[in-house]
């Protein structure tokens, strides 16, 4: 491979993650904010309109609806631009989308319908913001700093999204409706402004445009398929996500319905769920080290299904938000080891359409699973939902543990270092 086909450190001092890095974090902090603020309010937005558990589990399919349908061409859109301005053009057009949904709500004329479409409009944006950011980040980092790098990026996810965005949301919504989205808008506005700081000259995956758009989409899924750690690491994503989504997009109604604790109650319970994360995500570098990536990453998701139990079980909403906030834990610590090894080993050149392919299976059975916990709790009562997570998580878990042991990583590592030539560069193919 050529040097080129290999991730440029650009834009960061040697002994740290640099200017650019954390121009990078802020742009995603602040827009982190407003998705939490507004996956707060879309729910309460939902349940107020309706008390139909499949129609509030809705939302989070058209969230996620996005990553089934168009997760690859989006990656390979990303692979084919220049991501830093493609970054800009969607957060700007995302600000434009959830601003005329905040207008409209607040003259009175929103329905459940235009509830899912911007839920659509912002989960398409994400497609395309999502694949592009994966892919910058390792050329702005310095290669040994990538778990670093991605805690940082996870905790500023965690804390903005969740612990902040959670009971902001919450509060905005109970002050107006329409507030939380217009603060959503503003944040997307920010986060562009802080895009526009990132120096680093433009990257593409590939020097040409040569090729078209489905080709393009067609290499990046042919490479995740042959890639057997990486095609498993997929699948128990998917798997797991199903029943994460299960249980989640019924966590609302547990709190509301089951509990009968406040919509405030809800944004606080995230924001617990959030500190957790938080923790995970500064614990993920220490326990990679520990365990080993595939070890560490097995062992989260073991215990992750495990408690997706104790919630189910819970005899009060205290106890289910503890665990659901050690859930979030050990979500935090496997998203961090997870996304440093994918960059570890996917080639730069097709990072973005790699991940578009692999968050196909991964956020594309969100909605599958968000429509299947309303299915669920409709016919047998709310915390059936999560008891299906905790099924369908531990065969997840089971799934993950079989293929990606410590030397099946410790492999594909050295494959990419040794086809690179150069330790840490990507592979053009495993």
Do not use: K
């Not at 944040?187 to 080709?215: E, K, M, W």
């Not at 859930?327 to 080993?345: C, D, E, P, Y």
Request: positive net charge; hydrophobic residues 55%; glycine residues 12%.
């Amino acid at each position: 491979m050529t040097a080129d086909d290999g991730p440029v450190q650009l834009g960061h001092a040697p002994s740290g993650l640099g200017r650019d890095f954390w121009w990078l974090w802020t742009a995603s902090a602040t827009s982190n904010l407003g998705d939490g603020i507004r996956l707060t309010a879309l729910p309460l937005l939902a349940a107020a309109m309706t008390a139909n558990p499949t129609a509030v589990a809705g939302v989070t399919a058209a969230t996620y609806l996005p990553w089934l349908l168009f997760g690859p061409v989006g990656g390979a859109i990303a692979d084919r631009s220049d991501r830093r301005r493609m970054i800009i053009a969607v957060q700007v057009a995302r600000a434009a989308c959830v601003g005329v949904f905040a207008v409209s709500l607040a003259a009175g004329g929103a329905s459940l319908l235009a509830l899912y479409a911007v839920a659509l409009c912002i989960g398409l944006g994400e497609v395309v913001v999502d694949g592009a950011l994966q892919a910058v980040i390792p050329l702005v980092t310095p290669r040994d700093r990538l778990d670093a790098a991605n805690g940082r990026m996870g905790a500023a996810e965690l804390l903005a999204n969740e612990f902040l965005g959670g009971p902001v949301g919450s509060l905005l919504f109970a002050l107006a409706a329409a507030l939380p989205f217009a603060i959503d808008a503003l944040t997307f506005s920010l986060a562009a402004v802080a895009f526009t700081r990132v120096s680093a000259p433009q990257v593409r995956g590939r020097p040409t445009t040569s090729t078209s758009l489905f080709a393009d989409v067609r290499e990046g899924v042919r490479w995740l398929s042959r890639h057997r750690l990486l095609r498993t690491f997929a699948v128990a994503m998917a798997v797991t996500n199903l029943g994460y989504a299960a249980g989640s997009s019924m966590l609302v109604l547990l709190v509301t319905d089951t509990f009968e604790a406040s919509g405030i109650a809800f944004g606080l319970l995230l924001s617990g769920a959030a500190a957790g994360g938080f923790v995970g995500t500064l614990l993920a570098e220490r326990a990679a080290s520990w365990l080993g990536r595939g070890r560490a990453m097995g062992v989260t998701l073991t215990i992750g299904a495990v408690l997706f139990l104790a919630v189910a079980v819970a005899p009060t909403i205290w106890v289910a938000a503890a665990a659901w906030t050690l859930i979030s834990l050990t979500t935090g610590a496997f998203n961090v080891i997870g996304r440093s090894l994918r960059q570890t080993i996917i080639p730069d050149r097709m990072i973005g359409r790699v991940i578009g392919a692999f968050r196909v299976l991964g956020y594309g059975a969100v909605p599958i699973g968000a429509l299947g916990g309303g299915v669920i709790a409709t016919a047998f009562g709310i915390r059936a939902a999560f008891a299906a997570g905790f099924v369908i998580n531990l065969l997840a878990a089971l799934l993950f543990a079989r293929v990606a042991t410590e030397r099946a990583v410790a492999d594909a590592v050295a494959r990419a270092a040794s086809i690179s030539g150069h330790d840490g560069v990507q592979p053009r193919a495993p």
